[in-house]
């Protein structure tokens, strides 16, 4: 239940952001992106935010994943290449890449009605 | 509509905690090594052999986490080790820092050189949380294919060490032991390699040195 943890972070710092903002009104959607070396997946995401989300300033609102797919940069000639399976040698020189995106899990923004 | 722009990572307190055991361990001198892997490669297996020969020289205690059960645990308690048991209950797929802190906390740090973080069996989970430790062993044995480092990188992307296990067991899987080691180094072309076999001890002594030597780094002794 990978999501059911990840989610609950997700809900935590989004309550903490809302309080630290003063925002007190209804929240209409909370947006994240996830790396997709995660492994986590969207659907799931959603479900344990709806039970996580209930009975909090959350409840009612969309969890709004966008995936990131994996990004490397080659060590040696410094180019980046989108990345279809987690292959880190580099397409041109052949040398160690290393990720520099897909891994992220990040809390993006909150839309709050007035 | 108001937009709150939190562009964070929202598991950034536990970060908080994983640096804070990081500094503890630091400050004694210990070494963390966090194994994970799959159910059933070896784990407790190969700490069942490599613990009773690092213990010849190392202080050392086992954190122990097992989703419903103390087998794990009692496996090692009956070779004299001690060990802090996590059951993280079924919900929840790895250790996180919480418990882990509650752990460290628990072991008598100030008479230890080397603790190890067995983790809870699963590929995916325990790889992204830092529990403070100096390195993740990734554990991976022939029988579970070739092709499982491309399927869940992330592991062994964030290992520094992979054991292959079970290498006794090759001939009989037809497992290509190859080609899971290039499988391995194509996600992490850093990453060093152990083969070995925890039931019958071959190649047991590589995985002790290896430790041996990161503690010895870790004290700058060489």
Redesign the interface.
């Known amino acids: 239940m990978h999501e059911g943890a990840i989610v609950q972070a997700i809900v935590d710092a989004s309550l903490a952001a809302l309080r630290t903002n003063g925002a007190t009104g209804k929240v209409k959607e909370v947006r994240v992106l996830v790396g997709v070396c995660q492994g986590l997946v969207p659907d799931a995401m959603e479900m344990f935010f709806e039970m996580q989300s209930a009975d909090t300033q959350l409840a009612g609102a969309k969890l709004a994943v966008e995936l990131q797919s994996m990004v490397a940069r080659c060590a040696t000639c410094r180019h980046d290449f989108d990345l279809p399976e987690p292959i880190m040698f580099c397409p041109q020189c052949g040398r160690p890449m290393e990720m520099i995106k897909g891994k992220e899990v990040l809390l993006q923004a909150i839309e709050v009605e007035e | 509509?108001?937009?709150?722009?939190?562009?964070?990572?929202?598991?950034?307190?536990?970060q908080q905690i994983a640096d804070g055991i990081r500094a503890d361990l630091a400050r004694r001198a210990i070494l963390a090594v966090n194994l994970i892997s799959s159910p059933g490669s070896g784990k407790t297996t190969l700490l069942e052999r490599a613990l009773p020969l690092l213990a010849k020289d190392l202080r050392l205690a086992v954190i122990e986490a097992d989703a419903a059960t103390r087998n794990d645990a009692d496996r090692l308690e009956k070779l004299g080790i001690a060990v802090e048991a996590i059951c993280t209950g079924v919900?929840?797929?790895?250790i996180?820092q919480p418990s882990a802190r509650k752990a460290f906390d628990n072991l008598p740090l100030d008479r230890l050189d080397l603790v190890v973080i067995e983790n809870v069996g699963n590929l995916?989970?325990p790889a992204?949380e830092d529990l403070g430790e100096d390195a993740k062993i990734a554990v991976l044995s022939v029988a579970e294919g070739e092709d499982k480092p491309?399927k869940?990188?992330?592991l062994f992307?964030e290992a520094t060490l992979a054991v292959v296990n079970k290498i006794d067991a090759t001939i009989a899987l037809g497992a290509d032991v190859d080609l899971m080691e290039r499988n391995i180094r194509?996600?992490?072309?850093?990453i060093e390699i152990l083969r070995l076999s925890a039931r019958t001890g071959a190649g047991v002594p590589l995985f002790v040195d290896w430790i041996k030597d990161r503690l010895r780094r870790k004290r700058g002794e060489q």
């Open positions: 509509m108001t937009t709150i722009v939190v562009a964070k990572d929202p598991r950034s307190e536990n919900t929840s797929c790895h996180a995916v989970c992204e491309l869940y990188p992330l992307q194509a996600v992490n072309p850093r």
